[in-house]
């Protein structure tokens, strides 16, 4: 089946540790996406890639960083300097085109992380 | 101001209902819309996107008005399973792909 796979589904993250959330999509899509929710706010967007070896910071990018080397695979790794982690992380990806207007987004199930 | 803004409700409505909800965008370069829903603890899922002249998917209607900047979505007949919240997103096109999302807006069917 086509579709996005996060993994894992729940992670529990000591203080001062890093964790890195895994994202792959065998959509062949070009753009895929991190986003952050929590309780009571819309998903915010950490960061985003376009294209394979390249990203971009989105609005929340402090704390976490990202790695694009294959067009499938694009994780996220929550360092220790994120202070307030406690979230449910999603990763999307997308269609990316010359004329891109209404080409939606495809979430993957999300992974919830919390801090021990 | 944020630029996607929905109320959060909860909107509790019977079974059969008609319920309609607003959406408001304050970015004019946005271009392209959608509807999304997400049920409690899970991802959001497409449900739809806005077009100009207005679409209709079933029991769904989308609606944009882009003078007054807003984004509407429709649900006839509700079902039980329609209870959700329901997600208004923004997107400019022209090369950038970023999405903004609004907080939701919660609805519940009751029997």
């Known amino acids: 089946d086509g579709g996005i796979t996060q993994s894992p589904k729940y992670l529990f993250r000591k203080e001062g540790q890093n964790v890195t959330l895994s994202c792959e999509q065998n959509?062949?899509?070009?753009?895929m996406y991190w986003y952050r929710q929590d309780p009571g706010q819309g998903l915010r967007l950490i960061y985003y890639?376009?294209?394979?070896?390249?990203?971009q910071k989105g609005d929340i990018a402090e704390g976490y960083s990202v790695s694009r080397e294959k067009k499938e695979s694009f994780p996220l790794t929550v360092t220790s300097a994120q202070k307030n982690p406690t979230a449910f992380y999603l990763c999307?990806?997308?269609?990316?085109?010359?004329?891109?207007?209404?080409?939606?987004?495809?979430f993957g199930d999300g992974t919830r992380l919390s801090i021990l | 101001r944020k630029e996607v803004e929905q109320d959060p409700g909860p909107f509790n409505v019977p079974e059969g209902a008609t319920v309609a909800f607003n959406c408001t965008y304050s970015n004019s370069a946005s271009q392209s819309f959608f509807w999304y829903r997400q049920d409690c603890r899970k991802e959001p899922k497409l449900l739809m996107s806005v077009y100009s002249s207005g679409n209709e998917d079933g029991r769904f209607t989308a609606q944009l008005n882009r003078a007054s900047q807003y984004i509407s979505l429709l649900i006839r007949d509700s079902k039980l399973s329609d209870s959700a919240t329901y997600l208004c997103?923004?997107?400019?096109?022209?090369?950038?792909?970023?999405?903004?999302f609004g907080t939701g807006t919660r609805l519940t069917i009751i029997p």
């Open positions: 999307a990806s997308s269609i990316r085109t010359v004329s891109s207007s209404n080409q939606p987004q495809h």
């Open positions: 959509l062949n899509h070009d753009a």
């Open positions: 890639s376009q294209i394979v070896n390249d990203f």
């Open positions: 997103v923004a997107k400019r096109d022209f090369g950038n792909e970023k999405l903004t």
